[in-house]
Each structure stands twice: as C-alpha cells, then as structure tokens.
C-alpha cells in the first residue's frame, strides 16, 4: 500500500512569489491534514479536510495561504505571494477515521525555503 | 487548550544504554497521546499512542511509554539504545472529546547514539 507522498520535496523561491504544494493521502482515507514546522519551532496544524470539505481550518496563518481538495482526493496548497516568514518544511497527514482509533499517516513533507 | 512540554532538544546516550524521553502534557480533557519519530529524509511514524486503555503502551521497535495522569506525563523508554534509534522524536496531544482530530506538538528532541 502506498503511503502519503507529497510534491515537491524541496522547493525554494523568491519572496513574492507563488507556490503550489500537492500531497496524495492513502487511497480511502477521508481526512487529510496540513501541518507546519517552522525552523526550530513545533509542527503546527494548519488545516483538516474531510473529503472534500474543511472541517477545521483554524490553523492557517492568513489569507496568503488557501488549501482545496479536489474530488476528496489529493490536496493542494497554495501559498500566495509567499514571504520569508513561510519558510520551513509542510507536511500532510491522512487517516481513515477520526476518534480515538484514528492514526495519522505522515507524509515525507515538502521544505519550502522563501529568499 | 492542550499542550505538550518536550524537556531537551537533544539527548545523547549510547549504544546499549536506556532511552528516556521526557514528554509532559496540558490538557483540560482527557487527553490522547502519541509519540512519532522522524528518521532523516522521511516522514512522521507513529511509534505508539494512549487512549485511555491500559497506562502503559508497548510501541514498534522495542519502545514504550507510560501515561502518568498524576504527574501529566508520558515518557518515552526503551531499555537499550541502537544505533538506528538516531531520530528526532515528537510528542503530541489530541482531544476527541472536541471536533478537532488535530495533533498537537511537542518541539521534538533529537536522539543521538554513540558507538
């Protein structure tokens, strides 16, 4: 079985622009999730999709930022125009139910560097 | 609200010797707790989790961990130390006693082994 992958695994761009991150939950995992670490700081939870709706998106730092999934299956994030401050490495999260069985499956995560 | 103390960035032991992570947690709800490793280059794995069953909870790879609620804790052993256990470990918290099934994080400690 496949785990969670996430595209790109590095990226590094210039303050102002735009960029995309996409991750692939396991097949049939309705929840996915979108963390962040900052450097030297903890991973912080940005957002929970079940399918195809946020569930909770109480996390995301500010409208720079905008999250979809499509159809319930892979999620894309988007970050527009990217500052310094966003800098550090974006995981993604998938599990199949919530509740005290739920595990969350982790992602290699994506590292943004922002010039 | 929930949170997760980790005492020490970095713990260093050698092959052989115990492992003890230290873990403490705030929670006004019964809390669920987990810990994750990340080896380099990869994603979070789950390593063990409690959920309110048995105090004590034996994880993959030889590790455990015991639920103290009178001391909020939840420390993370393993009685000899590998090589391979070289890793940055998290702790993290959740209540499914809300709607939210995100984690929240400790700052993770990373875990040297000397030879």
């Known amino acids: 079985e496949a785990g969670v992958t996430q595209f790109p695994s590095h990226s590094v761009i210039e303050k102002g622009q735009t960029v995309t991150l996409r991750c692939d939950p396991i097949s049939g995992h309705d929840n996915l999730y979108w963390y962040r670490r900052v450097m030297g700081k903890e991973i912080k939870f940005l957002l929970h999709?079940?399918?195809?709706?946020?569930?909770?998106e109480s996390g995301m730092p500010n409208n720079r930022f905008l999250a979809e999934r499509t159809g319930g299956t892979y999620s894309t994030l988007k970050v527009q125009p990217a500052e310094l401050e966003d800098s550090g490495v974006y995981f993604c999260a998938s599990s199949q139910q919530t509740g005290p069985q739920e595990t969350q499956y982790f992602g290699p995560g994506t590292r943004l560097l922002v010039l | 609200a929930q949170s997760v103390t980790q005492l020490g960035s970095h713990v260093s032991v050698s092959e052989g010797a115990l492992v003890l992570l230290r873990c403490n947690y705030s929670s006004s709800v019964p809390p669920y707790l987990f810990w994750y490793v990340q080896y380099p280059n990869q994603g979070l794995q789950l390593l063990l989790k409690y959920t309110s069953a048995a105090t004590l909870v034996k994880g993959i790879n030889g590790f455990e961990a015991e639920f103290k609620k009178s001391e909020t804790s939840f420390h993370l052993t393993k009685p000899s130390a590998h090589m391979s256990d070289a890793a940055e470990y998290f702790c993290?918290?959740?209540?499914?006693?809300?709607?939210?099934?995100?984690?929240?994080f400790g700052k993770g400690t990373k875990l040297s082994v000397k030879p």
């Open positions: 999709f079940v399918k195809e709706s946020k569930q909770d």
């Open positions: 993290a918290v959740s209540s499914y006693g809300g709607s939210q099934g995100n984690l929240i």
